[in-house]
């Protein structure tokens, strides 16, 4: 799985349900984030504790979902209920390699800009 030129990283501020799988995942993209889950673009989502996340994608031909549990921790993500965040490629690298997490801000009641 690989993200393709000119896709985005979008953090989902607020924490979900990890039992939710690819549907509800994508409706979550679509009722809470405003955005199209069919757009290649990235989106993450954490559970309340802050170490568990799972990252739904679309590479056209269906969803990939993966999921990530910390043994030790907790993921460093924005503080916020609601709204968005876009991870840049070093920012998304810190988060998942255990590094301090995103130094950005969210977005509150941001739109995500997926294919226009």
Same mark, same amino acid.
């Given at each position: ?6 896709? #985005?990283?979008?953090? /989902? /501020?607020?924490?979900? $349900? &990890? #039992?939710?799988?690819? $549907?509800? *995942? %994508?409706?979550? =993209?679509?009722? =809470?984030? @405003? /955005? ?5 673009? %990235?989106? =993450?989502? #954490? ?13 056209? *031909? ?18 916020? $209920?609601?709204?968005?965040?876009? *991870?840049? %490629? %070093?920012?998304? @690298? &810190?988060? =998942? ?5 995103p130094r950005c801000r969210p977005l509150k009641n941001a739109r995500l800009?997926?294919?226009?």
């Open positions: 799985m690989w993200l393709s030129l000119g896709s #985005r990283i979008w953090l /989902a /501020a607020a924490p979900v $349900d &990890m #039992r939710l799988g690819f $549907d509800g *995942l %994508a409706a979550k =993209v679509q009722g =809470v984030l @405003a /955005a199209d889950p069919f757009c290649g673009h %990235a989106f =993450v989502f #954490r559970n309340r504790r802050g170490d568990r996340l799972k990252l739904l994608l679309w590479d056209g *031909l269906g969803f990939w979902l993966i999921y990530r549990r910390l043994d030790q921790g907790r993921l460093h993500w924005p503080r916020a $209920d609601t709204g968005t965040v876009e *991870l840049s %490629a %070093a920012q998304w @690298a &810190m988060l =998942v390699e255990g590094g301090r997490g800009h997926c294919c226009k």
